[in-house]
């Protein structure tokens, strides 16, 4: 197959290219990664009559530490995340869920930017974007706005982003100490998009209860789904085997919503997810109090 014609156009600049988006709005597309876009492209299951090539914008791929926070330029590849000392130091959930997306051949391609802003629901990215309370920045020529990842994924392959707006950055907060993460999924083969997977992060305070729990499912609902009432149930105890069991029995049963698919029925899924968290959250509470690395 091949695309629908369109213009071409390959900025040098971020203020270029937001001119361009103001200019062209609904009728653009910008092209990052192109791991999606391109295939979505080449099937016209998407025509734009205009394509912003982000590739040749240098000041949108940085990853830095700024006290507290990372930040992240959009256009940073995966691949760079993937192997990258401060990532692995301040935010190990996101390292260890890297070499779960797709091929290396992707990641070497694929922007963090481009994943968040595609919005597939089968998608690590933006499971670990609201596990980890991520804020993103858009711009756009008129200026620019933070948004909590909470609020940024509002549907299947949609965002809060208006027309003119562009990802620029990502900003992930520090883990707080004592806490732990797990990130597990299943899929039909490696690199394949996985039929159920979760986020897992646990902090406990000095006496070894549950302060803080989060649960992030991908795969389960029209987006990134955060299973709050799971989470809460953990939080202010012990977390041994029942209470594990019942959070996840909670989360599988009563605040996912998979569609199911041809590798995985509904039951199965919701079947996957109890046992990927009652396994994700054994090893994040291990983690939390030092017992595994």
């Known amino acids: ?6 213009e071409y156009y390959a900025p040098h600049s ?21 791991q999606s876009l391109v295939p979505a492209m080449n099937f016209r299951v998407v025509q734009p009559s205009v394509l912003v090539d982000i590739n040749r914008v240098p000041e949108l791929s940085y990853i830095r530490g700024d006290g507290d926070v990372l930040r992240i330029g959009a256009m940073t590849r995966e691949r760079q995340l993937e192997f990258d000392l401060l990532i692995a130091k301040r935010t190990p959930l996101l390292a260890e869920a890297l070499p779960f997306i797709a091929h290396p051949q992707i990641r070497n391609r694929g922007t963090i930017g481009g994943s968040l802003v595609n919005a597939d629901p089968a998608a690590e ?6 596990a980890l309370n991520a804020r993103l920045k858009a711009s756009k020529v008129s200026g620019e706005r933070w948004m909590e990842a909470r609020d940024f994924f509002v549907g299947m392959f949609t965002t809060a982003l208006e027309p003119d ?11 707080p100490t004592r806490t732990g993460w797990s990130f597990m999924e299943v899929a039909p083969r490696a690199g394949d998009y996985a039929m159920m997977g979760v986020a897992a992060l646990i902090t406990l305070d000095e006496k070894g209860n549950c302060m803080q729990a989060k649960l992030v499912y991908l795969n389960a609902g029209d987006g990134p789904v955060d299973a709050q009432n799971a989470a809460s149930l953990l939080q202010g105890e012990r977390l041994g085997d029942a209470l594990i069991e019942s959070s996840a029995k909670l989360a599988s049963e009563s605040e996912i919503n998979p569609f199911g698919n041809i590798h995985a029925s509904v039951d199965y899924q919701r079947h996957l997810a109890k046992v990927l968290t009652q396994r994700g959250l054994r090893q994040a509470v291990q983690r939390a109090e030092g017992t595994l690395q």
Do not use: S, T
């Open 1 to 6: 197959m091949k695309p629908a014609p369109f």
């Open 14 to 34: 971020l203020d270029q290219a937001l001119e361009l988006i103001r200019g062209y709005a609904d009728d653009a597309k910008i092209l990052a990664g192109g």
């Open 125 to 130: 990215l933006p499971v670990l974007m609201l």
């Open 165 to 175: 707006e562009m990802l620029v950055e990502i900003e992930l907060p520090a883990m």
